[in-house]
């Protein structure tokens, strides 16, 4: 019996290492993001604020900006719909304190459809790109992380320079300040 629960034990311990490691592969900064790409918005107004404009897909690499704060949500995710008001309101700091050239905001939705997003965009009046990822895609090549996850990725490059998960704890503010940090 005791043999049983120690077998039971060590392979519950190997089971959340592997987890836990497979989980912190995409958290740890300086890593390429996926250059996959996206199929570029239909409106002229995502593409004018990502520098898209007549691209029929993009890479984030492409987005003109230094750095560009990928969001992975999902319309079913409790967590995403409760901040969706501070992600919000993220995107408005970033344009009031004049920073609309240099960090831009996208969301890529693991499991959602094109009408899942656009009834979350309507439902939390989101002003920037949002971006269906129906058969997981993204979600797969970022490791399969909980929503929500920030990205912020270095056009630059396409470097991943910082990682956030999870609602804003210390307040948008502080989160906005650590992304600045990055430039």
């Not at 309507?122 to 269906?132: Q, T």
């Not at 990205?151 to 307040?171: M, N, Q």
Request: charged residues 25%.
């Amino acid at each position: 019996m005791k043999d049983r629960f120690m077998l039971s034990f060590a392979s519950v311990l190997m089971f959340l290492a592997v987890f836990f490691i497979s989980q912190a592969a995409w958290a740890i900064e300086d890593r390429i993001f996926p250059q996959v790409p996206i199929q570029a918005p239909e409106e002229d107004v995502y593409q004018n604020y990502l520098g898209i404009k007549g691209k029929e897909s993009f890479l984030i690499t492409d987005v003109k900006s230094d750095l560009v704060l990928v969001q992975l949500f999902s319309m079913y995710c409790p967590i995403c719909q409760r901040e969706a008001g501070d992600v919000n309101e993220l995107y408005r700091m970033i344009h009031e304190e004049g920073l609309d050239d240099s960090i831009k905001v996208l969301a890529l939705a693991p499991g959602n459809s094109a009408f899942e997003v656009s009834v979350f965009r309507e439902r939390y009046d989101v002003p920037f790109p949002m971006f269906p990822d129906a058969d997981f895609e993204w979600h797969k090549r970022l490791g399969e992380v909980g929503t929500p996850t920030f990205y912020a990725v270095s056009t630059r490059d396409g470097r991943v320079l910082g990682t956030h998960t999870g609602p804003f704890r210390e307040g948008v503010e502080a989160y906005l300040k650590s992304v600045k940090e990055l430039l």
